[in-house]
């Protein structure tokens, strides 16, 4: 029986010829990450266990993303603490504000993710690194401490799901948050419980690597463990230019395994929207047009690349912000808010009355920076409409791709692009 690129993978990362759905294997990893709400707990895990050096301090990232900037004392003494023992075990990448992104737009933009990894964070959208043909998982911040301390972590292997894309072209306004919440509709938030989401088909080699990242970082939604992709020339072409170690690209044999299959064409898909409270409660946007919404978000780690950008700008331009809301974008890195200015993008969307706003998770999680009173209602490019997810828990967020958000901005409900440009 053939193996999975999963099992590929991890089988490499044990030193095994090959590996099965349901085995605990200790594998090493190549890189692994926490952010200012999971790092703290894991630095004082690590601090415990009495080590004079972590166990490569090139490939651990400590990335303060969700309070960033600190809103309040708490926040700012959590990110000091990471600065602190970034400068005490001279982590190299430490990203300080000014410089740091959105930890899962940041890290494949550095080259610090790369085709057939292994690599860990503690935080559960870390799957996002599967668009580049990774092994991508969250973890716990007690397995981070351990990775800190040691380079390896423990997994059960999962079993792996064939996800296949059929289709040769996406409809206009289609994206890949359409179709990464067309399956999770289909399939249930708890549809690939501890499995593999393997991405196949043949709309795949006609995905951007954008709209890939916004697939793999939401599997989870799906109770995923991993999401994957087999690399190709669009991944080559993204990482040859980024990345700071050498790569393997892995593929599935012809004879693998796969406990379940679902097919999803995306030539025949409209965009759609995630109700509240779950992201597996999907609607057409045509039978939603009746929501009025308080505030729109564009961004995150999910839709806060260049291609989500430009296409709220298409929408955007020329156009206001409806006078009953207001618009917040926030762009996934420091380099895409230098490319948004450099392309007039930023003028685009001031000039229609949204505020960009610097790099951070902040609204998506319901921190700063955007929190919604009881009540109100939001339409965001965002991952998560859990109840509360971003404020009150007596508010609604819908979740839509970019261009079903701008539109939105303008009618002041929740819009087809159609019906505005």
């Known amino acids: 029986m053939g193996q999975t690129i999963t099992e590929k993978i991890l089988a490499a990362h044990c030193d095994k010829q090959e590996v099965h759905p349901g085995e605990f294997i200790e594998a090493r990893v190549d890189f692994c990450h926490g952010n200012d709400v999971t790092a703290p707990i894991a630095i004082r895990e690590f601090e415990s266990l009495g080590k004079s050096a972590v166990f490569d301090k090139e490939r651990i990232g400590i990335i303060p993303d969700h309070f960033a900037p600190p809103p309040d004392i708490q926040s700012a003494e959590q990110i000091n603490m990471m600065r602190q023992f970034s400068r005490k075990y001279e982590i190299?990448?430490?990203?300080?504000?000014?410089?740091?992104?959105?930890?899962?737009?940041?890290?494949?933009?550095?080259?610090?993710?790369?085709?057939?990894?292994?690599?860990?964070?503690?935080?559960?959208?870390?799957?996002?690194?599967?668009?580049l043909g990774a092994f991508a998982t969250g973890v716990g911040s007690t397995d981070l401490a351990y990775a800190f301390a040691t380079g390896k972590t423990w997994f059960k292997v999962p079993e792996s799901m064939k996800i296949i894309f059929?289709?040769?072209?996406?409809?206009?306004?289609?994206?890949?948050?359409?179709l990464i919440l067309e399956l999770i509709g289909k399939i249930s938030v708890?549809?690939?419980?501890?499995?593999?989401?393997?991405?196949?088909?043949?709309?795949?080699?006609?995905?951007?690597?954008?709209?890939?990242?916004?697939?793999?970082?939401?599997?989870?939604?799906?109770?995923?463990?991993?999401?994957?992709?087999?690399?190709?020339?669009?991944?080559?072409?993204?990482?040859?230019k980024r990345a700071q170690r050498t790569w393997h690209n892995y593929a599935s044999d012809p004879d693998a395994h796969y406990c379940d299959e679902v097919e999803i064409d995306g030539s025949t898909m409209e965009p759609v929207v995630a109700c509240p409270n779950l992201p597996d409660n999907v609607k057409r946007v045509t039978e939603l047009t009746n929501v009025v919404v308080d505030q729109v978000v564009i961004g995150s780690c999910t839709n806060g690349r260049m291609e989500d950008l430009r296409e709220a700008a298409h929408i955007l331009k020329g156009r206001k912000v409806n006078p009953?809301?207001?618009?917040?974008?926030?762009?996934?890195?420091?380099?895409?808010?230098?490319?948004?200015?450099?392309?007039?993008?930023?003028?685009i969307f001031l000039d229609a009355g949204c505020v960009f706003s610097t790099t951070t998770c902040g609204p998506c999680l319901g921190a700063h920076m955007g929190v919604l009173a009881e009540g109100e209602t939001a339409i965001a490019t965002t991952n998560r409409n859990f109840t509360g997810r971003m404020g009150h828990p007596k508010s609604s967020v819908y979740l839509s791709n970019p261009a079903v958000a701008a539109a939105s901005a303008v009618l002041?409900?929740?819009?087809?692009?159609?019906?505005?440009h």
């Not at 618009?327 to 380099?335: E, K, S």
């Not at 002041?412 to 505005?420: L, T, Y």
Request: proline fraction near 5%; charged fraction near 25%; charge should be neutral.
């Open 92 to 131: 190299k990448h430490f990203f300080e504000l000014g410089e740091v992104g959105i930890e899962h737009a940041l890290l494949p933009e550095k080259g610090l993710s790369l085709p057939g990894d292994v690599l860990i964070g503690a935080d559960s959208h870390t799957c996002t690194y599967g668009a």
């Open 190 to 240: 708890s549809g690939a419980l501890y499995k593999t989401m393997e991405f196949t088909g043949e709309l795949v080699p006609h995905l951007s690597m954008d709209a890939r990242m916004t697939i793999a970082n939401m599997v989870i939604e799906a109770g995923g463990k991993n999401g994957i992709f087999a690399p190709d020339a669009i991944t080559t072409k993204y990482i040859k």
């Open 324 to 347: 009953n809301l207001r618009v917040l974008i926030f762009p996934g890195t420091q380099d895409i808010a230098r490319e948004a200015q450099k392309h007039g993008l930023v003028d």
């Open 166 to 178: 059929k289709g040769k072209k996406l409809p206009k306004w289609v994206g890949g948050k359409d």
């Open 412 to 420: 002041g409900r929740i819009a087809h692009p159609d019906e505005v």
